[in-house]
């Protein structure tokens, strides 16, 4: 968001003082060295000067008492040392002040607090938009955690690998399991998958969930063994990394002329599923006699967006919209017509035989299914959603999408392919945006219903929420060592809920035991309503961040708590601007540096609706000197000057490396482009970029070598050139998705871009725009309040363009009665 730098004049009692045009010395990074023993040569006190900032995305400013002050961004004045000043914030109507923070003693929510200036301070007021009351589910106020539990020891008889370790990857709830349970609360049993070298399923008891406050395993219950593992696809399964495996189930009873409840199930493939191949089937609750029948395929919908997860449809949703189709399904996956965010088809296997022939295409129906050009908001190469639920509890529901998320997001560009980075904790090839955190999408059943109805299109549609779970996740918290933690999977598994009794059990995966893959445990929410009105306040941000130990190869790094005003879920470590770890307490150990190196750090707080905070002040570390055995870190990858046929790519090292620059059409990197000198900020013009593969894309990689001859390979990366006659590259606009809101109500929301060229400057536009709805084309503001006449779907067009390039986003709003 663009800001406004005003100088400003304050009015003091004794003494009047002409504004600075300076910065404020706190905008410096604090600076850490190990390297110099000599105290600084004292100074006489400066003037101290006092910074205003207007932060967020809400609308507002900060009044100042004394003095007349309209601080509308940042604002900046020079005041006599001791002096009080007190500051106001005036919420525009439609937002909400979301506190104090900075260079004050403690972060505050009150409208009004009382400083003294005692010497140069950074204050914050944070604006954020305030949302209409909501019909849906919202996670942070009606998710009650009530603790986990283990599943059983043992494993197959037959199958030593018929096991929970590496197992959880789908789940169900059973309504009549576990009769001769105790009466305890929590009735049913649960179906869930083994590791996945088998995929045999199991059905186990559910305990009293306990809540661990210091996420130790030898609290938690553990469940009893109802039914033993067992193939319930009766060898349909042909396992292996490119064949096919079990990945979830969904019970639901008896319909049209069967005359059992049924185990339905969905095979998948990882890596390149046929678009036409059937993957879905069903079974018996019996699993020592499943009789399995299948496979089918969900209408002509490709594979890669249909055969990952399974849950079931309230009955009446379904009766209204979709009739006789009671299951749904989907994936995330993008090669082969796949969906670039998660997917859902509604069907029904009972509707078409009992059982359907083999290779049948069920009827089904496409609900969401995600484009590249408007990706589910905030996706990540890595993110893997892996079992949902149609939660209902009173007048609110909410589709939900279990699995994990990486915060090095694809719109950022920090993402990798290929073989690991020092900075990457898988060490598997493949798709990196760690640090990731399990997560929660949360879908509006209402606008799910327009596509059903054919008034939105499966794409119109974005989640409304994300459920940040990262402080409730074992793995985040157990006793291994850092190395254990980063490897270990931070991702949400298998779904079941218990719709009677409102109660949502969510497999947390590899948790248990020394080696990983470990057992998954469940953890256990209570549905129930609550406050209606969205959390959009971000946490106060983390402040006093400081090195408390340095060494040649790792730097630990404090800082005090941040406040929420809701659930503070953790924190993000950036170094050098790149997300390197999360963490749920204030302190971290980056153990990926280099010697005689200097890193700025960052920390970023985030609560369990994902509201981030602003950054903390930054803080500059160098290392001690030592054996040099590592690669560089390379960082900061992008292009620029990008034509048809030209284009250059830049990176910075930690360290003085040399560049060197493989290139050249899709797999056929074999042109090569270097300079041997020695430094840290790397460029390397290429300039015949020709024969690009059929899909018109270039792939280069980047080497940087120390003066130790420690070399560091980067992860191969792809791009397209410019179009004819344009100058560098699209940006990239947030998608907004479809919004609904009342007669009377207020619809708001602001539009966000990154530029991959990094250097442009974005600028928003609208066209088609309703009668009283406004936008503000520096800030990408939009808001509206319809009136009784506006009922009825009205489509605009949201653009952003680097002077160049543009990219464009039409959005549906719906005004309901």
């Avoid at 280099?594 to 002040?617: C, E, G, I, M």
């Amino acid at each position: 968001m663009s800001r406004l730098l005003i100088s400003l004049l304050l009015c003091m009692p004794a003494l009047f003082i002409l504004p600075s045009c300076g910065s404020s010395g706190s905008d410096e990074p604090a600076q850490v060295s190990h390297s110099s023993t000599h105290a600084p040569t004292p100074t006489p006190d400066p003037i101290p000067t006092l910074t205003l900032i207007k932060a967020g995305d809400g609308s507002g400013h900060i009044a100042c008492d004394p003095g007349i002050l309209d601080c509308q961004g940042v604002c900046r004045t020079e005041v006599e040392k001791m002096s009080t000043v007190t500051l106001t914030s005036v919420v525009d109507e439609g937002s909400v002040f979301g506190g104090w923070s900075g260079d004050i003693p403690a972060f505050s929510t009150e409208s009004s607090i009382t400083i003294t200036v005692s010497k140069a301070s950074t204050i914050t007021a944070n604006f954020s938009l305030k949302e209409s009351p909501y019909s849906c589910l919202l996670p942070e106020h009606d998710l009650l955690y009530l603790g986990a539990f283990k599943l059983p020891d043992g494993h197959g008889e037959d199958e030593p690998m018929a096991r929970w370790d590496g197992g959880g990857h789908g789940m169900t709830f059973y309504p009549e399991g576990d009769f001769g349970g105790e009466a305890d609360g929590f009735p049913g049993s649960l179906f869930s998958i083994s590791h996945t070298y088998t995929n045999h399923v199991s059905e186990f008891s559910i305990p009293v969930p306990v809540i661990s406050p210091d996420k130790n395993l030898d609290d938690l219950p553990r469940a009893t063994t109802l039914q033993p593992f067992a193939d319930i696809t009766e060898g349909r399964q042909t396992l292996g990394l490119n064949g096919t495996t079990l990945v979830d189930i969904q019970y639901y009873p008896r319909q049209g002329s069967q005359d059992s409840d049924k185990l339905y199930w969905t095979l998948y493939e990882y890596y390149m599923p046929h678009e036409d191949d059937p993957y879905h089937g069903w079974a018996e609750l019996d699993l020592s006699a499943p009789q399995s029948h299948g496979m089918w395929r969900l209408g002509d919908f490709p594979a890669a967006s249909t055969s990952k997860y399974l849950f079931d449809v309230p009955v009446s949703w379904a009766d209204t919209h979709t009739p006789g189709k009671y299951l749904a399904g989907g994936r995330y996956r993008t090669p082969n017509n796949g969906s670039w965010g998660p997917a859902l088809y509604v069907f029904g296997p009972w509707n078409d035989g009992n059982p359907p022939a083999d290779g049948c295409q069920l009827g089904a129906i496409e609900l969401l299914k995600h484009t590249s050009e408007h990706p589910v908001r905030g996706m990540g190469f890595s993110d893997d959603w892996v079992d949902g639920a149609w939660l209902t509890a009173g007048d609110r529901s909410a589709v939900v999408v279990a699995g994990k998320r990486g915060v090095r997001e694809r719109a950022g560009g920090l993402w990798t392919y290929g073989a690991p980075q020092p900075d990457d904790y898988s060490i598997s090839k493949g798709y990196h945006a760690c640090p990731d955190y399990g997560a929660l999408l949360f879908y509006d059943p209402v606008l799910i219903a327009h596509v059903a109805e054919g008034t939105l299109s499966p794409g119109d549609v974005q989640p409304y929420a994300v459920f940040n779970a990262q402080d409730l996740l074992f793995t985040a918290n157990m006793g291994l060592s850092v190395q254990d933690i980063r490897t270990r999977g931070k991702s949400l598994g298998g779904v079941g809920y218990d719709r009677e009794h409102n109660l949502l059990y969510v497999l947390e995966l590899d948790v248990e035991g020394y080696f990983s893959p470990g057992k998954p445990i469940a953890h256990v929410f209570k549905v129930s309503p609550g406050e209606s009105v969205a959390d959009t306040i971000p946490p106060s941000p983390p402040s006093n961040l400081a090195a408390t130990s340095v060494t040649s190869e790792e730097v630990t790094l404090t800082w005090e708590a941040a406040v929420d005003n809701h659930h503070l879920a953790g924190y993000i470590v950036y170094r050098d601007g790149h997300p390197i770890d999360t963490a749920i307490v204030p302190t971290c150990t980056d153990d990926r540096v280099n010697p005689d190196a200097t890193y700025r750090y960052t920390v970023v707080a985030f609560d369990s609706r994902n509201n981030k905070s602003l950054v903390s002040q930054p803080l500059s570390v160098s290392t001690l000197s030592g054996p040099d055995t590592r690669v560089p870190l390379i960082t900061d990858i992008h292009l620029t000057d990008t034509t048809e046929t030209s284009v250059t790519v830049h990176w910075k090292t930690d360290e003085p490396t040399t560049s060197r620059i493989k290139y050249g059409a899709e797999y056929h990197d074999d042109q090569e482009v270097s300079d041997s000198s020695l430094t840290r900020t790397h460029a390397l013009s290429i300039t015949d970029l020709t024969g690009a593969s059929e899909c018109g894309s270039y792939v280069y990689r980047i080497f940087s070598t120390d003066a130790f001859g420690n070399t560091n390979s980067h992860s191969e990366k792809s791009f397209r050139p410019a179009r004819p006659m344009a100058d560098n590259q699209p940006p990239l606009l947030e998608s907004t998705g479809a919004r609904r809101v009342s007669v009377g109500g207020l619809v708001q929301f602001t539009l966000s871009a990154t530029d991959p060229d990094r250097g442009d400057s974005l600028h928003f536009s609208a066209t088609g725009l309703p009668d009283g709805a406004t936008f503000t084309p520096a800030t990408g503001l939009f808001q509206w309040r319809p009136g009784p006449g506006d009922t009825g779907i009205h489509r605009m067009e949201f653009s952003v363009s680097d002077g160049d390039q543009d990219a464009s986003e039409t959005v549906a709003i719906i005004v309901e009665e």
